[in-house]
């Protein structure tokens, strides 16, 4: 590493020292309302209950990478019985999702910032480091590299803004970022031309495909939700699942509009974070909407509402199971959208608002193939749920043709896996 570049990791190093302890304190603010961090914010600053023996570890920055490594995570622990795994994430919901993750320990991954880093490297051992998507932090990333441990980006992505972004430090990102990676598992080809363009080396580069194809839902919870749909909803039903704050009223107004011409349209509400439930419900109150919260049911044979709130956990595919049409929330507003791949793999049409950009691929060819609809506004979400769910067979053909392009993805989830053996000593 050059001079300069080491004099800048150097800063940074003691910044970090420093902000650490104020991020830590920002982030517990920020999520107050979501699960709170409570001891675990400790976890945050380094402080763990030390651990025995050498740890794989996995991580994924919130609840969004932590499911889609789930079922990676679960075939590796199966053909590594004897190996010991923790997965980190950086935020509670992330968390709670983690631990429904059998055989490993989860932990709120440390901040970067090296007393942080030093704490979970002597609490845990890692002896390989898995990070889906794209996390390159340059602290965690030197730690890796100075204790032998090498680093995999699996899943790896890389859009073009950000591209631009690390060009203009290109000498910086080379040295503290790209020299230090072991591995660059990439979605597409496009991804590996962007990961070479800012500096990783050609030969650690490999096209594997993208996991999220080869996900494993729990078809029992669906079939589960499917009983219970038939037994308590009499017309059809429109979900909106991983909703955003400014979302709620789009989806709700629709809502009102499409029930116009859908006289028994039910809606099932799924906020993506706990802190935009009470706005769906003032929402849903001052339209004189009756909705019941999921957390307030002992049993959904007790549901006679007109809107179902899923103020619940872990429990994505018995939500999905009470659908006949999904709009993928995250999309309306800029936050880039939700993976649309679960709804797809259980058949079922998909709406998507313009902004898609963190699942540019799937949505793209999904809409190519007519799985999923756009909806560039409000007023096109309200015209394709009348149109989708007014039209049976339109509904039905759609669903068989995102499960389609789900099928035809999978895939990814073995090259991973096998390249991710050569790591493991």
Not at 117 to 136: C, M, Q, R, S
Not at 184 to 207: N, P, Q, T, W, Y
Not at 285 to 310: H, W
């Amino acid at each position: 590493m050059k001079l300069y570049a080491q004099i800048v990791l150097l800063l940074y190093k003691i910044l970090t020292i420093f902000i650490a302890p104020i991020g830590a304190t920002f982030l517990s603010y920020k999520k107050r309302k979501d699960p709170s961090y409570g001891v675990k914010f400790f976890n945050l600053l380094g402080f763990y209950k030390k651990q025995l023996g050498n740890f794989v570890w996995f991580h994924g920055a919130s609840v969004g990478e932590i499911n889609a490594l789930k079922t990676l995570v679960n075939e590796f622990t199966k053909t590594h019985p004897n190996q010991k795994v923790v997965v980190t994430t950086m935020t509670m919901t992330g968390y709670l999702q983690a631990k429904t993750i059998k055989d490993v320990h989860v932990a709120i991954s440390p901040l970067d910032s090296p007393l942080s880093l030093w704490g979970f490297f002597h609490a845990f051992h890692p002896k390989a480091l898995f990070i889906i998507d794209t996390e390159l932090w340059p602290n965690m990333l030197d730690k890796a590299y100075k204790n032998h441990c090498p680093v995999v980006i699996f899943n790896a992505r890389l859009q073009d803004k950000n591209v631009k972004s690390y060009l203009k430090h290109k000498f910086l990102v080379k040295h503290l970022i790209a020299d230090k990676l072991s591995s660059v598992l990439c979605m597409s080809f496009a991804d590996l031309m962007r990961f070479k363009h800012i500096g990783v080396d050609e030969d650690k580069l490999k096209v594997t495909g993208n996991i999220k194809y080869d996900l494993k839902p729990r078809d029992e919870l669906f079939a589960k939700a499917l009983t219970y749909k038939n037994q308590v909803f009499k017309g059809k039903v429109f979900g909106a699942i991983s909703t955003h704050e400014g979302e709620e009223e789009i989806v709700i107004n629709s809502f009102i509009e499409a029930k116009k011409h859908l006289s028994n349209l039910k809606l099932v509400l799924v906020p993506r974070h706990q802190t935009t439930v009470s706005k769906a419900c003032e929402l849903l109150t001052s339209n004189q909407i009756t909705f019941k919260k999921k957390s307030e049911l002992k049993d959904l044979c007790d549901f006679s509402a007109d809107v179902l709130i899923g103020d619940t956990m872990g429990e994505i595919e018995l939500y999905l199971g009470l659908c006949d049409l999904v709009f993928m929330g995250g999309s309306f507003v800029n936050v880039g959208g939700h993976n649309p791949l679960e709804p797809a793999y259980f058949s079922l049409p998909i709406l998507t608002g313009p902004d898609y950009h963190n699942f540019q691929e799937q949505f793209d060819k999904l809409i190519d193939a007519n799985g999923a609809y756009l909806a560039y506004d409000p007023k096109e979400l309200t015209r394709l749920i009348v149109k989708l769910l007014g039209d049976q067979e339109l509904l039905e053909k759609t669903g068989i043709k995102a499960l389609d392009i789900q099928q035809q993805g999978r895939g990814a989830l073995k090259r991973t896996l096998s390249n991710m053996e050569k790591f493991i000593n």
